[in-house]
């Protein structure tokens, strides 16, 4: 019962994006049945149905397994792989492959080659445009209109290229791409800027660096004078005792014998000092 190559029905190129597709592969003369398995880019898909039909033999089977799923602009150009396993083909499986064509819509993109166009200076923009078929030549238009210098504003297949830029080049340019499924734009906003100006933004802005470094004396100088404040207010706390009669003592020595000794009754004077 060794299963015959399988073959993949069901696909008509092209097909258009968005478009339901449905792909069968069929396998018969297996025993016992052969198992059915998609795969799309090595990637296997597990959400397929499963068909057994017993051959008019009576002895072996055919083997059906249908694949549904919605195609988009991705799918374009990639495999997909029908494989039959079966015990009797030992490592090596039987495989049908069918490569998809997928026809989309073109996709636009406007690349400039300089991100900031100063005047007196060329720029190229680049329509970057891609699609199934091949869009046809790309339209240029200026604010909704026609190209206003086209001396200076020369189109050469997908680029627009300015020749050297002034101030009233400012405005929206539009480059749309067409094939014979749609249509597709893209906008590109131009800002001519002054050389002068962009010069000197580019340098260090000196006043800006003077007020960080004020700054930082400043704080410099606060903090050392709080800090000075705190170490004299806590040098330590004194105290000092004086009885009464050790002001006569002809010394100190003399003064704290009489303070401790001969007047221990006498009222005590205290001061304190912090």
């Known amino acids: 019962g060794v299963p015959e190559k399988p073959q993949i029905s069901g696909f008509s190129s092209p097909v258009m994006e968005g478009d339901l597709m449905q792909l069968t592969c069929k396998t018969s003369g297996s025993k016992p049945a052969a198992d059915i398995r998609w795969f799309k880019n090595d990637k296997e898909i597990k959400d397929v149905k499963y068909l057994k039909e017993e051959d008019a033999n009576r002895k072996t ?3 059906s397994s249908t694949l549904d799923f919605r195609v ?4 374009d150009g990639v495999a997909v792989i029908c494989r039959v396993d079966h015990e009797s083909l030992n490592a090596t499986p039987q495989v049908a492959m069918q490569v998809l064509e997928i026809h989309y819509t073109p996709s636009v993109k406007i690349i400039p080659s300089t991100p900031f166009p100063q005047e007196g200076q060329p720029l190229i923009l680049t329509c970057e445009s891609k699609g199934k078929p091949l869009p046809e030549p790309v339209l240029w238009t200026k604010d909704g209109g026609e190209l206003p210098d086209p001396d200076r504003m020369v189109v050469s297949g997908r680029e627009l290229n300015i020749l050297f830029l002034n101030k009233t080049d400012n405005g929206t340019y539009r480059c749309e791409a067409t094939n014979t499924i749609g249509q597709s734009s893209a906008e590109y906003v131009l800002i001519v800027h002054d050389p ?13 660096i003077g007020g960080i470094v004020a700054v930082v004396v400043f704080v410099t100088l606060c903090s050392i004078f709080l800090l000075g404040r705190y170490l ?5 706390t004194y105290l000092t005792n004086e009885a ?11 003064a704290i014998i009489n303070a401790e000794g001969s007047q221990v009754n006498a009222e005590e004077k205290k001061e304190y000092f912090i």
């Open 196 to 208: 002068n100006a962009l010069a000197g933004q580019t340098g260090p802005d000196h006043a800006l």
């Open 72 to 75: 988009d602009r991705s799918d």
């Open 61 to 63: 089977f055919t083997v």
């Open 244 to 254: 009464k009669g050790a002001e006569d003592a002809p010394d100190a020595d003399t």
């Open 232 to 236: 004299a207010r806590h040098k330590g």
